[in-house]
């Protein structure tokens, strides 16, 4: 083999460090995939898209002066009023109708957020500095960005946070409860309307901290969502609803893949290499499953 | 009956008949069969089969790549001619033009169909969202790698062969291309209509309303559901390999696996037209091109806007599209009648 | 008459739920054959096994002594044994004619015959059941407007279409209006008779499956605890048991 990374060791150091780092992130966009599609039983196209925008607000924050990071505190606030309202005008539309009514309209939501952001915001590579320095690791072999750890942590800070407040709020607990019977839950008593319209708001929340933290660590561009979408996707489909650890786990296992990927394929072959992964997991589920003569559900 | 035949003519008429009335549109009205085809054939999985598909724009990839690179390179080094500024060094002569046209053509059918058959075991075996979302993984995917590999230009791209200039003028050229669109059009519709008329049709039907079932009553649904996608596949690779002769360039992700554009309007032609019905796609692609046209420039810039707000609006108050709609309001047009009359029960099976 | 089906020492688990545990059980070639049990007996998971809807853990099951329990299910139905479901399952978006239409074992079946036009004589047929189950009139509305009791018999017609040698029926009058129940006992006991089709009938109705099957099976826990002519079950102590709880 005559790959970089296989005669370079400490790479591969590098490489799982960076995809550790970088899975969490997309673990936390994941959670909130898995959260709506739990819920309401829809899957958002447009997930993404809601990171982005996120991403931009703190970027915006950065452009008038104010440093990114507080991001993660603005970007959820705000994303929660978009999700909220983007509920009301489109996805209660589409909550107890098939699931691909629900694809396709958050595909056109995603398809139009994408134009939105090219006019606010211009078309070009955009990153908000954070200046948080860099750590240098064996000898100055490993490098991490401290912006990278920032966000991990923000990230695991964020997910327990809402693991809690699943818990022990009353707002959780009637999310949880619809999660598992919405017409059970209506009769007896949940404002079920409200609680999708919250759980919306809160995935478009996490979404909007990710982004922030996308912001600071990587870079954005207004059409580089659909992605993120797949790739939490990919995340919920391995880990399985409402399975938190496996949701973690699975986010760093295809980070440090695409890490390794970008050193063995390319980095022009990234998003490619995400893609085909999707479709050789669905594909090697389906064999596995038809071998019990059963199918994805 | 006689109705009928007399629409039809007509439209065939009219079709014939486009390019002396409107020449200052021949080339729009050529995309608007090519959209006909890319929403008859999506059709047939997302309306026929209820198997709701963003993956056939891989197909008119496909098609495309593999037009040009054989008529290319059954002549001249492919690898040169699109290093860049490669395709003025040659030059098809009107017989090369031709030939290549005429093999690329049949190998930009043949090709997508192939993959369509050894792919589709694997992904028909999905149902639902899942099919959906790998699909969409698979053509975005192909755009990915198209947009890597050097032979046929990787990102940049590559140009087709263009039009031998001595033996006519660019209105020859794009009145020739007009009429291959519109007969690949008819010959896509007449054999839609066929098929549907016969077991496969019916099977497809069988697969969208309750695939368990058919598979109970014995169905072998898989044979069905690789042959309806292998039917698409050639149609569709046949309009990727027309779309990129007549624009004369390639680029991945814009204009050959272009799932932000043809992707996406084969789908909302479809459901716009009415999916699951002969003539809704067509009806849809129509409506929709003329949409399109008519109103791009008002959008200026804001065509994705739109376009986004146009599925959104489609999808969430119009699922049934125009064709579902008439049917919801004339039923009786549509033979659902309660027969009064009785018949006596007579068994005399085996 | 000799045996046409025999389910020999089968069992299922659904991870720790055992849902069929050592059944055997023999159904004779023409006959009439009940399956009761109380609900979660496990019946509907018997019907499963029989026609390949998965895989079985332990046992056989033979079809006209053809081993089929490895065999996926549109290869069991090719083989003549078909069964219906509790919910029913129509197309619903087809009329009734075309219900039956694709309903019909075509005549080839492979690669080439993916294309074949659906022959004409066919629709002759279809009519003919849809009156024989009544349901003539209706026979160009779509199969998805009509009620749940009009759809449990197009589901039977669909499967006579189909010419089986068997057919397993789940709960044929669960939900059916009471004072059309005569008329499906008289109509099964036609297609047992008349067509020569062996039944095999998961029913709830004790009324039913009493005038309507020679040979009764009773499963309670997985487990089949009795079987024997009907007047036999009815007064079984195990059957009786089983059905009122007692321990």
Redesign the interface.
């Known amino acids: 083999m005559d790959f970089l990374i296989f005669q370079i060791p400490i790479l591969m150091v590098q490489a799982s460090i960076d995809g550790i780092l970088l899975g969490i992130l997309f673990a936390l966009i994941a959670y909130g995939m898995a959260l709506q599609w739990g819920v309401m039983n829809i ?1 958002n196209i447009a997930q993404g898209e809601l990171v982005i925008l996120g991403g931009y607000i703190a970027y915006f924050m950065y452009v008038i002066g104010i440093h990114p990071a507080f991001g993660i505190i603005v970007s959820p606030i705000i994303m929660y009023f978009v999700g909220w309202s983007l509920y009301k005008l ?1 996805i209660n ?2 909550v107890d109708r098939d ?3 629900s ?3 958050t ?10 952001m090219n ?1 606010a915001f211009g078309s070009d590579v955009v990153i908000a500095q954070s200046n948080f320095g860099t750590t240098m690791l064996f000898n100055y072999m490993v490098t991490i960005p401290n912006s990278k750890l920032f966000a991990a942590v923000v990230s695991i800070i964020f997910a327990i946070l809402l693991v809690l407040y699943m818990r022990r709020s009353k707002l959780g607990r009637a999310i949880r409860a619809t999660a598992q019977n919405p017409r059970a839950a209506k009769i007896l008593g949940v404002d079920t309307e409200k609680v999708y319209a919250a759980t919306f708001g809160i995935n478009a929340a996490l979404c909007g901290v990710a982004g922030s933290l996308i912001a600071i660590t990587f870079t954005l561009h207004p059409y580089v969502g ?1 992605p993120y979408t ?1 790739r939490s ?1 990919m995340i919920v ?1 391995i880990a399985g609803l409402g399975n938190l650890p496996g949701v973690a786990l699975s986010g760093m296992g295809l980070g440090v893949f695409e890490e390794f990927s970008d050193y063995i394929f ?1 980095t ?2 990234r ?2 290499a995400v ?2 992964l ?2 050789f997991i ?2 090697y589920r ?2 596995k499953l ?1 071998r ?6 | 009956m006689n109705q009928k035949a007399i629409l039809y003519l007509a439209l065939l008429a009219f079709g014939i008949a486009v390019p002396f009335m409107f020449p200052a549109y021949k080339l729009q009205i050529s995309i608007m069969w090519i959209l006909v085809v890319l929403s008859l054939t999506w059709d047939v999985q997302g309306g026929q089969m209820g198997y709701n598909t963003f993956g056939n724009i891989m197909f008119f990839g496909l098609g495309m790549y593999i037009c040009s690179s054989f008529q290319i390179g059954i002549f001249f080094p492919l690898a040169e001619w699109t290093a860049s500024g490669g395709e003025k060094t040659f030059i098809h002569t009107p017989t090369q033009f031709f030939q290549g046209f005429f093999i690329g053509i049949i190998f930009a059918g043949i090709i997508p169909a192939l993959v369509a058959a050894i792919i589709g075991y694997g992904i028909l075996g999905l149902r639902g969202h899942y099919f959906a979302i790998c699909t969409l993984g698979l053509a975005i995917a192909a755009g990915e790698l198209a947009g890597g590999i050097e032979l046929v230009g990787a990102g940049q791209g590559m140009t087709s062969p263009p039009w031998p200039k001595n033996i006519g003028d660019t209105e020859l050229r794009s009145e020739f291309f007009y009429y291959i669109c519109f007969v690949l059009m008819i010959s896509t519709f007449l054999f839609l209509r066929w098929a549907y008329t016969t077991r496969f049709g019916l099977v497809l039907n069988a697969i969208r309303d309750n695939e368990d079932k058919a598979e109970a009553m014995g169905i072998n649904t898989m044979r069905y559901k690789i042959s309806g996608w292998v039917v698409s596949a050639f149609f569709v690779g046949i309009a990727g390999g027309l779309m990129g002769n007549m624009i004369g360039y390639i680029e991945p992700v814009e204009t050959a696996f272009a799932g932000r554009t043809f992707g996406v309007f084969m789908v909302v032609m479809a459901i716009l037209g009415g999916k699951g019905t002969l003539w809704g796609p067509v009806i849809g692609a129509i409506a929709f091109h003329i949409f399109k046209e008519g109103f791009w420039t008002f959008f200026l810039g804001w065509q994705y806007v739109a376009l986004g707000a146009l599925i959104v609006i489609v999808v969430i108050f119009f699922p049934e599209g125009i064709m579902g709609w008439l049917r919801e309001k004339y039923p009786d047009r549509f033979g659902e009648v309660i027969d009064e009359e009785d018949r006596k029960a007579q068994v005399e099976l085996k | 008459m000799g045996a046409i089906l025999q389910v020999d020492q089968v069992y299922k688990y659904f991870g720790g739920v055992k849902a069929n545990e050592n059944i055997s059980m023999t159904v004779t070639q023409g006959s009439i054959t009940g399956l009761i049990g109380p609900n979660g007996s496990g019946k509907t998971t018997l019907f499963n096994s029989i026609v390949g809807t998965h895989p079985i853990d332990k046992g056989s099951i033979k079809f006209e002594d053809k081993e089929v329990s490895a065999l996926p299910v549109p290869a069991v139905a090719k083989l003549g044994l078909l069964r219906t479901f509790q919910q029913t399952r129509i197309y619903g978006k087809l009329n009734c004619i075309d219900n039956m239409r694709i309903s019909a074992k075509p005549s080839r079946d492979n690669l080439f015959s993916v294309f074949s036009a659906i022959p004409n004589e066919l629709n002759d047929k279809a009519e003919h059941l849809l009156s024989f189950v009544g349901l003539y009139q209706k026979r160009k509305l779509r199969a998805g407007d009509l009620s749940f009791g009009q759809q449990k018999l197009l589901e039977l017609a669909m499967a006579l279409m189909n010419e089986p040698k068997m057919l397993l029926l789940d709960e044929p009058t669960a939900g059916i209006n009471p004072t059309l129940i005569n008329g499906i006992i008289n109509r099964l006991i036609k297609v047992n008779e008349e067509f020569g089709i062996t039944l095999l009938v998961i029913e709830h109705n004790m009324r039913v499956i009493m005038s309507l099957a020679q040979h009764i099976f009773c499963l309670a826990h997985g487990q089949l605890i009795a079987n024997g002519k009907p007047e036999q079950i009815k007064k079984d102590q195990r059957v009786i048991d089983a059905y009122l709880g007692v321990q």
């Open positions: 899957i489109v539309r589409v699931l691909f009514i694809i396709l309209a595909f056109g939501i995603s398809i139009l957020t994408q134009q939105l006019f659909l797949v996707f489909i390319g022009e072959f998003i490619a893609f085909l999707l479709v669905l594909v389906r064999f038809s019990k003569r059963e199918y994805l559900k």
